[in-house]
């Protein structure tokens, strides 16, 4: 069975760090492109960073450009998501996404395997 699963989520000050993890189980996340999703109470689920299957290449959202960083290893068959200089705003629950089709963009709609999220809290 095709199985995502994000870890790393939980409280952190503003100003600080988290790193998300995306594990892949029952297939192998080589061959994907993965993307990184959050959504916050209230709000619509929006892209944040997404990593190529071929060359590596990534994309980030505006909001998160500078401050988050995404990578992949392809031996642990695992997507990183660091995130630092979080913010308040940054809250929400993080969700991973693999797409074999679309390439490298953050359209929720073409990702087809979805993870069952972690939160992120960025609070004093």
């Known amino acids: 069975q095709l199985q995502l699963v994000e870890s790393g989520g939980g409280l952190v000050q503003p100003g600080g760090s988290l790193r998300l993890s995306c594990a892949a189980s029952g297939f192998t996340l080589d061959y994907y492109v993965i993307g990184w999703f959050r959504q916050a109470p209230g709000k619509e689920r929006e892209g944040v960073s997404c990593i190529s299957s071929s060359d590596g290449s990534t994309y980030y959202a505006d909001s998160v450009k500078g401050r988050f960083t995404i990578s992949r290893d392809n031996a642990k068959n695992t997507v990183y998501l660091q995130m630092n200089s979080l913010k308040p705003e940054d809250t929400a629950v993080y969700y991973c996404?693999?797409?074999?089709?679309?390439?490298?963009?953050?359209?929720?709609?073409?990702?087809?395997?979805w993870g069952q999220g972690t939160q992120v809290t960025v609070s004093s």
């Open positions: 996404a693999a797409d074999e089709v679309w390439g490298l963009q953050l359209e929720r709609g073409n990702y087809d395997y």
